[in-house]
C-alpha cells in the first residue's frame, strides 16, 4: 500500500534503466573539492593559533561539522513536523536524508572535539561540559531516529512514527540544555568569530574560518542531495517490487 | 431503552487502566518478575563498588536510579506487547473511545504497576544500603513518584510505538533512554542532596526541571500518541 508520491510516480519510469544509469553529481564534486580548497589553505596558507598551536587547526573542521550538523538536524526536525502536517512522502525522505547526515556531522565533530580535548584540556572526555554531553545525547536520539526507521516495513507508519520521535526530540533538546547547563563549568571556547565588535582572529585565519562554514554547508547540502536521491531511488525500486508482485 | 453513553476522557482511560491492572493481578507474572529484578539488581550493585571506599549509602541513590530505570524499561514493555498477542489493540481503536484516552489509561496503568514496585524496592534500599529511616526517605520517595510521571509519559508512548517494530526489546530501551537523561539528571542530584541532609531550598531548580518534564512531556505525549496508531 504505497501510497503514489508526487515527482516520480513508479509507473512513468523504468526502474532498471534509473537504478542502472550512472550519474555523476556535479554540485557533490564541486562541495568536494571546496573543501580540499579549504583544508590546503587551513594547513597551508594560515598562521597557527599564538597559544593551541597547531591543535587550533582542528577548528576548521571541527566548527564546521557542528554548523552542518545542526543544519542536518534543523531539517530533520522541520520536515518531521511538515510530515505530520501533510503526510508528504518527500518530507519525509528529506527528514531521513538529513538525519544521516546529520549523525555523520555529529560523529565527525565528536571525534574531532575529542582529539583537541585531549591536547589543550588534558581530558579526552568532561562530562559537565555543556555542549559536549548536549551533542552526545543528541547523537545517541538520532542514532535511535534511524535505527527506528529501519525497524519498520510500512513507509506510512515509518514516516509518522519517525516524525513523532523527532519533535518529541525538540522538546527534549531545551531540557537536556538546562539540566546540563545548572551543574556545568562552561569549557568551550566562547564565541571567537561571531561576537560582537572585531574579531579576536587573524584576518586569514577569520577567511579560512568562515571559509570552512561556507565549504561545510556545500558539503552538507550535497550529502543531503545525494542521500535524497538514493532514497527516492529505494522507494521507486520497492514500488516496483510490490508491483511486480501484484502481477 | 437503557441508555448506553461512550465514557468521557478521564474515565474511560480510567476504566482501561483497570482493565491492564486486573490482568496484571490474575496472573502477576510481571509484576514478580520485575520485582524480584528490582532487588535482584540492588543486590548485585552492591559488590559493584569497593565498599571500603564508597559507603554504601553514598551509594544507594545511583543505584536507585538505575534500579528505576531499567524496571521502568521493563513494565513498560509489557504495556503493549499485552494488546499485541491477540491484537487486542484492535479491538480498543473500534471501542467508542478516544485515542488519547487510551494513551491516558495505559499510562496510568504504568504508573500504578510501577508505583507498586517502586513501594518494595525503596524500603529494600533503605534496608539493604542502611540508609536512615525518617523525612528525607520520604522526599526521596515523592522525587521518585515525580521522576516515574516522567518516565512513564514518554515510556508509554514509546512501548507503543516500539510494539509495532522489528525489535521491540531493543528499541524501546534506545529511544526511551534520552528522554530519561534530564529526569535522572535533576532526580538523582535531588535524591544525593537530600539524602545528604541538605536543605531542599538547593534542591530547587532541579525540582523545577522535573515538574516541567512532567508536564510538557504528558501533554505532548498525549497529542502524538493518536499518530503512532494506525489510521
Redesign the interface.
Known amino acids: 500500500m504505497t501510497a503514489p508520491f508526487r515527482g516520480t510516480t513508479p509507473q512513468q519510469r523504468d526502474p532498471q534503466a534509473l537504478v542502472a544509469k550512472p550519474i555523476f553529481d556535479w554540485f557533490f564534486a564541486f562541495a568536494v573539492v571546496a573543501v580540499i580548497v579549504l583544508y590546503v589553505r587551513a594547513l597551508a596558507f594560515t598562521p597557527p593559533d599564538a597559544l593551541q598551536g597547531l591543535a587550533q587547526k582542528i577548528y576548521y573542521v571541527h566548527i564546521a561539522a557542528w554548523l552542518g550538523a545542526y543544519t542536518a538536524i534543523g531539517i530533520t526536525a522541520l520536515m518531521s513536523i511538515v510530515y ?1 502536517w501533510l503526510h508528504d512522502e518527500r518530507a519525509d525522505r528529506l527528514g531521513e536524508a538529513s538525519a544521516e547526515v546529520g549523525l555523520v556531522f555529529l560523529t565527525v565533530g565528536l571525534t574531532t572535539g575529542t582529539i583537541w580535548a585531549h591536547r589543550i584540556w588534558g581530558a579526552w572526555w568532561v562530562w559537565w561540559d555543556m555542549r559536549l554531553t548536549l551533542t552526545l ?1 543528541l547523537w ?2 538520532v ?2 531516529y534511524l ?2 526507521r529501519g ?3 510500512d513507509p ?2 515509518r514516516g ?2 519517525s ?3 523527532a ?3 525538540a ?2 533538546i531545551p ?2 540544555h ?3 547547563y ?2 556545568s563549568a562552561r569549557l568551550h571556547p566562547m564565541p571567537v568569530a561571531l561576537q560582537p565588535g572585531r574579531p579576536k582572529m587573524s584576518p586569514e585565519m577569520l577567511t579560512t574560518f568562515l571559509g570552512s562554514f561556507v565549504a561545510f554547508i556545500i558539503l552538507c547540502i550535497a550529502l543531503i542531495r545525494a542521500r535524497y536521491r538514493l532514497g527516492v531511488l529505494r522507494d521507486i525500486a520497492s514500488a516496483a517490487e510490490i508491483d511486480g508482485d501484484a502481477r | 431503552m437503557n441508555e448506553l453513553r461512550a465514557p468521557g476522557t478521564l474515565s474511560a482511560a480510567w476504566l482501561l487502566a483497570r482493565k491492564d491492572l486486573a490482568i496484571e493481578f490474575r496472573t502477576r507474572t510481571a509484576f514478580f518478575s520485575a520485582l524480584v529484578f528490582a532487588i535482584l539488581a540492588l543486590c548485585i550493585f552492591y559488590f559493584a563498588w569497593d565498599q571500603s571506599i564508597v559507603a554504601p549509602s553514598e551509594l544507594a541513590p545511583g543505584v536507585l536510579w538505575v534500579v528505576l530505570t531499567f524496571s521502568a524499561l521493563l513494565g513498560l514493555q509489557r504495556s503493549f506487547g499485552l494488546e499485541e498477542h491477540d491484537r487486542g489493540i484492535d479491538a480498543l481503536l473500534v471501542s467508542p473511545v478516544s485515542r488519547e484516552s487510551i494513551y491516558l489509561g495505559k499510562a496510568i496503568g504504568n504508573l500504578l504497576f510501577l508505583s507498586a514496585i517502586q513501594a518494595v524496592t525503596i524500603p529494600a534500599l533503605a534496608l539493604f544500603y542502611n540508609l536512615p529511616v525518617g523525612r528525607p526517605l520520604l522526599v526521596v520517595t515523592g522525587i521518585v513518584l515525580l521522576a516515574m510521571i516522567g518516565i512513564v509519559a514518554v515510556g508509554t508512548l514509546f512501548s507503543a510505538m516500539a510494539v509495532n517494530t522489528r525489535m521491540a526489546e531493543l528499541l524501546l530501551p534506545m529511544l526511551s533512554l534520552p528522554f530519561f537523561v534530564p529526569i535522572l539528571m535533576s532526580a538523582a542530584q535531588i535524591a544525593t542532596r537530600t539524602l545528604a541532609g541538605r536543605p531542599m531550598s538547593e534542591s530547587a531548580p532541579y525540582l523545577k526541571i522535573l515538574i516541567a518534564f512532567d508536564v510538557v512531556f504528558v501533554v505532548a505525549c498525549t497529542l502524538a500518541f493518536p499518530f503512532t496508531l494506525e489510521e
Open positions: 505530520l545525547f545517541f536520539i542514532a535511535a535505527v527506528l525497524g519498520i516495513e506510512g507508519m509518522r512514527y516524525a513523532v520521535l519533535v518529541l526530540a522538546l527534549l531540557f537536556i538546562l539540566s546540563v545548572l551543574f
